[in-house]
């Protein structure tokens, strides 16, 4: 059983669409987040939902959109693709996100690359 | 601000020998330092982490973690290597400033020559 599972795995696009992935975890945790993994393996967060309320949103361009219809999932919608999107996409859940204790669980991750 | 560093691009190391992946971290206040492990194109999976209490930390695969606060160092070990533990090792420590919001280190990439 896939605890944090994302689809595609693979999206190969042009530049100027507009594409969305997706992510559900059947962990039964509440909170979600949404992590690029650039060229150079370096990891960093963009933006986290707690019971599908934004409490993490990073200094990420607007182009980029997350959306949680509920705990369970977590989508992300980009928009105008551009050629520095090109990465890989991880979604991670945590029971609890407010203490920092908590462990994250990530998804198998999404790469995107933007022609 | 937080942050984290790994000073090592790359550890190499023998199999059967002890392997050390370093880890150092800057906070305000205590920390909460993780370890993650990441396989050629797979999510990160985890390994350990600190919370409070015991300064040696065991976790998955056999590896254990001992934080340091004197030298704010959270380095991560095993005891004996194995090959198929070659992969990419990221260090990461709670930000400060709220949620569960973890900032990476920039990932050391293990590799174990049989």
């Known amino acids: 059983d896939t605890a944090v599972s994302q689809t595609p795995k693979y999206l190969v696009t042009q530049m100027g669409n507009d594409k969305s992935i997706k992510c559900e975890q059947n962990?039964?945790?509440?909170?979600m987040y949404w992590y690029k993994q650039d060229s150079k393996k370096f990891l960093k967060i963009m933006f986290s939902?707690?019971?599908?309320?934004?409490?993490i949103n990073e200094t990420v361009p607007n182009r980029f959109s997350p959306k949680s219809p509920d705990k369970a999932h977590l989508n992300l919608h980009i928009n105008s693709l551009e050629l520095g999107d090109s990465a890989v996409y991880f979604c991670?859940?945590?029971?609890?996100?407010?203490?920092?204790?908590?462990?994250?669980?990530f998804g198998p991750g999404t790469r995107l690359l933007v022609l | 601000a937080q942050s984290v560093a790994q000073p090592e691009d790359q550890v190499n190391v023998a199999e059967g020998n002890p392997l050390t992946v370093k880890c150092t971290y800057s906070?305000?206040?205590?920390?909460?330092l993780f370890w993650y492990v990441q396989y050629p194109n797979r999510g990160l999976q985890f390994l350990l982490k600190?919370?409070?209490?015991?300064?040696l930390v065991k976790g998955s695969y056999g590896f254990e973690a001992e934080f340091n606060k004197s030298q704010t160092s959270f380095h991560l070990k095993k005891p004996s290597a194995l090959v198929s533990d070659s992969a990419l090792y990221f260090c990461?420590?709670?930000?400060?400033?709220?949620?569960?919001?973890?900032?990476f280190g920039a990932g050391t990439r293990l590799a174990v020559h049989p």
């Open positions: 991670a859940s945590s029971q609890g996100g407010l203490a920092g204790r908590e462990t994250q669980y």
């Open positions: 962990l039964g945790h509440d909170t």
């Open positions: 939902y707690n019971n599908k309320e934004l409490i």
């Open positions: 906070v305000s206040g205590n920390p909460y």
């Open positions: 600190y919370i409070t209490g015991d300064n």
């Open positions: 990461a420590v709670r930000d400060y400033g709220g949620y569960n919001k973890l900032i």
